[in-house]
């Protein structure tokens, strides 16, 4: 159980184009869905903390309007970054909090996505 | 501010022990995580601390004292798969996980 899937594994495009990244628990309801980004050889950064139907909450130095955030469902949160350019190629990871707080009301981690942008 | 430490690297020999130490400040204290986390793939759950002293699972235990803000995790008859990055995270007093660097564990044969 606790499942997270994320889609695509990962994507190439050129600079200028839009991404989008689904983020999905499978087999459990989450009330909250993080975004992260990691560069090679760095740790995890949270970009962005998602709430079912309410507007996300984005770390300091993130940029709301380039990093779009919706939380449509209780198992559905996308990320999609507008007008990429090469600085944001990177490793995003979502993951997401059950719903009734689980055994540890830990975080569990979707596969990432590698994102390089030419 | 707050701030978790960890050694950036570590290195140990296959079927060994070793201890990963990490200390903490934050604001208020609500649980501290270990992830581990293979190269190019995401983070996998490994513990859970709330209450100090041991816990252990298997061939890995972590271990907590809240009153000096540290935890280590130790593995024990380490396996070649056993590289990889290990991570301590503090849940602060809003629920936020706070992320250490994390420790890049080397093994060896």
């Known amino acids: 159980g606790a499942v997270v899937s994320q889609h695509p594994s990962w994507v190439i495009c050129k600079s200028g184009t839009s991404v989008k990244i689904e983020c999905r628990s499978l087999d459990f309801q989450a009330t909250t869905m993080f975004w992260y980004r990691q560069f090679p050889k760095q740790s995890l950064m949270l970009m962005a903390t998602s709430n079912e139907g309410s507007k996300a909450t984005y770390e300091q130095g993130v940029e709301k309007d380039k990093f779009l955030i919706n939380h449509a469902s209780l198992t559905l949160s996308t990320l999609t970054v507008t007008s990429a350019h090469p600085e944001d190629s990177s490793f995003y990871i979502c993951?997401?909090?059950?719903?009734?707080?689980?055994?540890?009301?830990?975080?569990?981690f979707g596969p990432g996505t590698r994102l390089t942008v030419l | 501010g707050q701030n978790i430490d960890q050694p950036t690297e570590m290195t140990a020999t296959e079927g060994a022990i070793v201890q990963i130490n990490c200390t903490y400040q934050t604001s208020g204290f609500n649980g501290l995580f270990w992830y581990q986390q293979h190269a190019g793939e995401a983070p996998t759950f490994l513990s859970y601390n709330v209450l100090d002293g041991l816990e252990e699972k298997g061939r890995f235990s972590s271990f907590l004292s809240r009153s000096k803000g540290y935890s280590y995790l130790l593995l024990k008859e380490l396996q070649m798969k056993d590289s990889a990055s290990y991570l301590c995270a503090v849940r602060d007093i809003n629920y936020q996980l706070i992320w250490g660097a994390g420790t890049k564990l080397i093994i060896k044969p």
């Open positions: 993951s997401a909090q059950l719903l009734a707080g689980g055994f540890y009301n830990e975080q569990f």
